[in-house]
């Protein structure tokens, strides 16, 4: 079964999310700014979600975690949680 790891910010606009995801682009640390501003508890580790398998997460995070390209930011992603920027760190 498919693997991934990720890290994603969480914030309640897509306003914010596109401010913070042009932060990221103009070279801010991802986990930074995940730290700083994501309202997910796993802020606090840069935004680290771990290891998981396809079905572990809501449809619109699998849908990104397991067809973008590696270690690239992407997003507004919007959930039933709010919009996230997403960036896959690894596949198997």
Excluded: W
């Amino acid at each position: 079964m498919p693997k991934a790891s990720a890290r994603h910010i969480l914030v309640s606009t897509e306003e914010k999310c596109n401010e913070l995801k042009t932060q990221i682009e103009k070279g801010a640390d991802f986990a930074d700014v995940a730290k700083q501003y994501s309202t997910c508890p796993s802020g606090r580790n840069g935004g680290d979600l771990g290891s998981f398998s396809p079905g572990m997460m809501v449809r619109e995070f699998d849908e990104v975690v397991f067809s973008a390209p590696l270690n690239t930011v992407q997003g507004p992603v919007k959930t039933q949680f709010g919009y996230h920027l997403l960036e896959v760190t690894s596949r198997s």
